[in-house]
Structures are given as C-alpha cells and as structure tokens.
C-alpha cells in the first residue's frame, strides 16, 4: 500500500514548481490540469494535497470530493476561487503566494495608468486604420498629479514606489496603515471619503470581501473630480462596473482601466465593453513568466513543507505563528493538547467557556495554544477529528467563548499553562508545566496538587476522604487485569474531599468504569486517553 502523500495539481503550473514537487519522493504529483470537472473530483479521492490557480473553482462541492485534503494551494495572492469557511470546516488548511506576483501586478498597473493618461489604445487603433489623428489624443501626464492607493499592502506599496519616481503626489485611503507608516513611505494616509475628491489618478490594491464588494459605487465615483483616470488592477466586484460605464459615457470621469471583473470572461453585451476612454485587459496581472515562476515556486514549497513537515505557518485559517517558534511550541501544543482532554472529561455539563494562561519561553502563539487546548476538548467530546485550523471555528459554532492571557513569571519549568472551562455554576480548573527536557506534567485538577505524566491513560476519580477507598479501587483494577503505572492522589482538607489521578498500562472497559463508579465513597470516576 502506498502511503506517501498524494498531490493534485488542477491548473497548469509552472514547470519550476512542479520540479519542486517531484523532486521529492516522499510525494506523489498528479497533473489534472487538462482534466474535466468530474474527473477533478475523482482525483481528489485520497488526496492530500490540492493546488490551484484562478481557473479551478474550489467550491464546497469539490472540496467535499477531496476528505482526505491536508492543505490547499492557490498559485496566487488571491483566494476568491477557494470556499474558505468549508475549507476550514473540513480542517483543511488553505495557503497562497502573494508575494510571487507583486512586481507584476504593480507594473500592470502603471502600464493601465499610462495607458489611460496617454489613450494610447485609442492611438494605436488610430493609426492603424489609416489616421494621423494627434489632436485627438492630448492625455495628461503623471509627474506633479496626485496618486490615491486604496489599500497600501505588498503590492499597493510597491506601486507607491514607482508613483513616487514618477514625481507623483501619494494619498492613501487603508484602516490598517499607521501614521508612523505613512511617514516611512513619504505618502499622505486619509480617510477614503476625504480622498477621492483630491486625486488625479485612483488605484485599488484590495481583497473582494463583503466590505470590499462595489467599494467605489455609483456615489463614490461621482466624488472623483472629472479629469481622474480609476485604474483596477485588483479583484473585479470592488467597482461597480455599470456605474464607471455611465460615468465615462456622461463625461463625468476623464478615463479608466480594469484588469479585473466581477464576471470573468466578461460577457459580450457588458456595459464596459461600449465605455469610452477605457482600456481593457484581460486579467493580465500574474500574467508574466516571472511571476507564473514565483508563485509556482512559493506555492509548491509551502504544500511540500505542509505535507512533509507538519510546517503550516503560512496557512491563512489558521492561527498564525513564528516560523522560528515551531519547535519550541511543541511541547507546549502537545501539554495544551492533553490539558483539553482531562477538562472534557472531567466536565460534565456542556461547555460555556473557555480561557487559556499561558507562561513560557515562547512569546507568541497564544491562539494557537488555545486551538490545541479545543483539539483536546472535542476529540472527547465530539464524533470529529480536529485540527488547528477548525477548532477554535468549531467552538465558535457552539456559542463557546475562548478567552487567552499571558503569565509574566514562570519558575521551575520552561511553559506552564492554566485552562479554565465554565458551563453554568460548573467550573473546572487543570494546569500542567513543560520541563526543562521537553517532558510534561499534570500538576493540578480543581486546585488538588497530582504531579503525574500526562500520557496514556489516566484514571481520574473524586472521593470523600475516608479509609479503604484506594485500597479498593486498586483491587477492582488489578481483578480485571489492570496494572497501575503511576498513582498520586491529594485531599482537600476542608471538604473532606480527596482526588486520584492514576497512569494504567491498560484501557479499562465501560463495565470496570461503572463498577468503580458504584463504589459508595465515589463521587465521579472518568477515563482519558492522552495518546496524540
């Protein structure tokens, strides 16, 4: 049987990036990019890789084809093809190259600018049918004009660049740029409204998501002053594509020029194809050799490293961490891990919420410590296989609060972690410590001291403090052929109360539990199983 991990590719890539896959034989690469639709699907049964371009619509139905996808691959910066939420649902993690095509989307956008200022289009069709029409064509220059850039990231920063050799003016509309920022860049930040009247020339560098879609509509156009030119080179749906068709009809904006559209192909009656004073390309941006083997290189090492490696740092539905921080997270994933699971079985209501201290060695990865800590809690909880990219959605779908803080001062161990979880007027508290060596500890449940290793299985029992309990739960085990590894057991002076934790070579059976349970002096008795 051949287990190695099994790649799709569903678009064509460039020859580089597939090199990179291929090379590796603990892979295997199928190219299914001249592939139908249906035999896609076929394909992914058993995958567990899939990469992607702009052509494959990975929707939810395909998606549901593929059960044993790990990763996703967009050979691109966007993901507007990709059913994020069903990935993530599926625990599918979901990866792209966005600085593969940077350099050449950006220069897109200044051959669009320059195209529209010049009309050099219209000029060259022009002259081709047999006219020396120069009148015809005075455009405007760049140098002295203001340039707005709604959205200031990797490539809205490197058109910024080039504007500003052109000796343009840059204001830029983005709510995640910092003044401090704006300074570094010798550009102007504004607020989008206050912006679009002052500009000569608009450029967008922004995602299509619900707060993006038709940004620049009817109203916002109208703001623009009449000689601007509104270049789209970022994702079509951002404009509203019969508003700019009217505006440029009426005369009430100069020119434009769209990379991008909402539908694409664009369809043969558009309003935009009768527009004038507008360039048209056909989504051209990643369309050069350079960034086809960018990005097909990026994408191919992010999967290989996924599959291979366990390395998701650059998954976009995950929560994100530090690269470098990986291999020190570990121990404290897998202490989180187990801490989940001893919570979810000691709990015995429905879980309300959940919160998470952390203290260590490792100063990021919260979140991703939080995501262990609900791995835990449903893989005794739930008829599901977790991971870190569904579990903290999953607790969100289940009304379930994740809380998360730091510890400042951590003594004696190098991560010590405190999960909280809370349902109603039931609270339950477990806390655990990575060691020195990398070696985990169970040291407290419900603020009893039981310093035990946190593998295999434990039994975890609370009983009232009174002779001839241990004793018997120890001789019920070994009759049913149970040895016990590990034993600890601490007692709450003030309740009466006492609590075991024991480490059994062996799973105890359903019947073994309720027999323990019947035990007069027993008030609860549960079994965990910490393997990962």
């Given amino acids: 049987m051949n287990d190695r991990p099994r790649v799709v590719i569903a678009d064509a890539l460039a020859a580089e990036g597939v090199a990179i896959l291929e090379a590796d034989s603990r892979l295997q690469v199928e190219d299914y990019s001249a592939r139908s639709r249906a035999e896609l699907e076929q394909g992914l049964v058993g995958a567990t890789g899939l990469i992607v371009r702009s052509g494959t619509q990975a929707d939810a139905a395909l998606l549901a084809a593929g059960e044993s996808l790990r990763v996703i691959g967009r050979a691109g910066a966007g993901l507007d093809n990709i059913d994020l939420d069903a990935a993530t649902r599926m625990g599918v993690a979901v990866m792209n190259a966005p600085a593969g095509n940077t350099v050449s989307t950006a220069e897109l956008t200044f051959a669009l600018l320059l195209s529209a200022a010049r009309s050099i289009p219209a000029a060259d069709r ?21 340039l707005g850039v709604i959205g200031a990231g990797r490539i809205g920063a490197t058109v910024i660049q080039r504007a500003r050799a052109f000796g343009m003016k840059v204001v830029v509309a983005d709510p995640y740029m910092t003044e401090e920022r704006a300074r570094d860049m010798y550009v102007e930040l504004m607020e989008l409204d206050d912006m679009l009247p002052v500009v000569d020339f608009l450029t967008l560098h922004v995602p ?41 009809q009426d005369g009430r904006l100069a020119a434009a020029a769209l990379d991008v559209y909402e539908d694409e192909p664009l369809p043969a009656d558009h309003p935009l194809r009768d527009a004038p004073n507008l360039v048209l390309t056909p989504h051209l941006g990643a369309a050069t050799h350079d960034a086809q083997r960018e990005v097909a290189i990026e994408i191919a090492a992010a999967v290989r490293a996924a599959l291979l490696e366990g390395d998701y740092s650059s998954a976009v539905n995950m929560p994100p961490y530090d690269r470098g921080d990986r291999d020190r997270l570990r121990p404290v994933l897998d202490l989180a891990e187990r801490l989940g699971s001893v919570l979810g079985e000691v709990m015995q209501g429905a879980v309300g919420e959940v919160s998470v201290r952390y203290g260590g060695e490792v100063q990021r990865g919260l979140r991703l410590i939080s995501s262990a800590v609900l791995i835990g809690l449903w893989k005794v909880r ?109 007692r709450d002076s003030e309740t009466g109360d006492s609590l075991g934790v024991l480490s059994l070579d062996d799973r105890p059976s359903m019947e073994l539990l309720t027999e323990l349970r019947s035990i007069p002096a027993i008030q609860y008795a549960r079994g965990v199983r910490l393997d990962t």
């Fill in 208 to 248: 299509l998501t619900s707060e993006t879609k038709e940004l620049l509509d009817s109203e916002r156009i109208g703001r623009l002053k009449p000689h601007a030119v509104l270049v789209n080179a970022a994702r079509g749906g951002i404009v509203d594509e019969e508003a700019l068709a009217s505006a440029l």
């Fill in 382 to 490: 739930l008829d599901t296989s977790p991971n870190l990219i569904n579990a903290l959605p999953l607790a969100r779908e289940r009304g379930i609060s994740v809380s998360r803080s730091r510890v400042d001062e951590v003594t004696g161990y190098r991560g010590m972690l405190e999960v909280t979880a809370q349902s109603g007027d039931e609270l339950h508290v477990v806390s655990g410590g990575v060691e020195g060596d990398g070696d985990l500890r169970l040291l407290r449940i419900d603020g009893y001291h039981v310093e035990v290793e946190p593998r295999g299985y434990l039994l975890i029992f609370r009983n009232r403090d009174e002779p001839g309990v241990v004793g018997e739960v120890g001789t019920r085990l070994g009759a049913a052929g149970v040895n016990i590894a590990e034993f600890h057991q601490a």
């Fill in 126 to 146: 022009s002259l081709r049918a047999g006219r020396w029409d120069r009148k015809a064509f005075h455009g405007a220059q760049l140098s002295g004009k203001t």
